[in-house]
């Protein structure tokens, strides 16, 4: 029966290494290829640079030039850290009013937040550009707006589910001690909620930060580029792309979002934990 067991074990685990591997491989030879030049990029993609094909830094400096990386890159992150703030914000507070308020109106956000989930964005996606520009939504701060609405049903569903969970005896006790209903929510509630907010955010975030449809089709694109509009900035007359500036932009865009996800990760283990525990 041991011997089953490590079998199938060892079987497993050569397995997700070979899933881990074909997930990594892509990433992989975008960073290889942004250290070649552009001409040994479309003959030999899968070669490691030689000194024949090294370029250092040179893609990098030239992706940051032509794209306008450094304003793109600080767009994306006002919209990016914004949305996510707002939709963790409205969404737990939201979540946490519909679990304790039970009646009818409380019932239909929460079953309209799920018919959010499955519509498809296709169906919305020219009058929502219509009417952004009718309410001047076409800024990084109109976009944080924008998101909020599309991420909320997701959200507010995670949310919910967690809320429900969280002894309705803790939230007495605080009102028993004089808190109001904010308070409670702010210092007793919110704090439990932390390993599903981060849940969120990392959701949210790689998203957000990833997304190129939204961005276009509401900002006023003379005024504002997040880094996945100005990526298109590389593609010059005839199809004709610079690969290799593109190859160095894409790792600068792929590195925040990989950080923020290895910092994160610990606590969604804690949530899923958390949850078997209270289970």
């Known amino acids: 029966m041991g011997e089953k067991k490590r079998a199938k074990n060892m079987a497993l685990s050569v397995v997700f290494s070979i899933i881990s591997i074909l997930w990594l491989f892509p990433i992989a030879l975008v960073v290889i290829n942004s250290f070649k030049k552009k001409a040994y990029i479309s003959r030999k993609p899968f070669a490691i640079p030689t000194d024949k094909m090294f370029v250092g830094l040179d893609n990098y400096i030239n992706g940051i030039k032509k794209t306008g990386f450094v304003e793109a890159f600080g767009w994306t992150l006002l919209i990016t850290v914004g949305s996510v703030a707002a939709i963790i914000l409205c969404t737990s507070m939201c979540a946490w009013y519909i679990s304790r308020v039970k009646n009818a109106v409380t019932t239909t956000i929460y079953y309209l937040c799920l018919f959010s989930m499955i519509v498809p964005f296709q169906m ?112 010059g007359g005839y199809g004709s792309v610079d690969m290799g500036a593109m190859m160095g932009v894409l790792v600068l865009a792929i590195i925040p979002i990989i950080v923020f996800y290895l910092v994160c990760q610990k606590y969604i283990i804690e949530g899923v934990v958390a949850g078997a525990v209270k289970g």
């Not at 939504?137 to 997701?154: E, K, R, S």
């Not at 005024?223 to 900035?233: D, G, L, M």
Request: net charge neutral.
């Open 124 to 235: 919305v996606m020219f009058p929502l550009s219509k009417i952004a520009d009718m309410l001047k939504l076409n800024t990084p701060w109109g976009l944080i707006v924008v998101y909020l609405g599309f991420g909320a049903g997701l959200a507010v569903f995670m949310f919910t589910g967690f809320v429900k969970s969280i002894p309705l005896e803790i939230e007495e006790a605080a009102m028993i001690d004089g808190c109001t209903p904010i308070q409670t929510f702010f210092n007793v509630v919110l704090p439990i909620m932390k390993p599903t907010c981060v849940t969120v955010a990392i959701l949210q975030a790689m998203w957000i930060w990833n997304d190129y449809l939204l961005p276009y089709l509401i900002l006023d694109l003379k005024r504002f580029k997040t880094i996945s509009i100005a990526v298109q900035y590389l593609k």
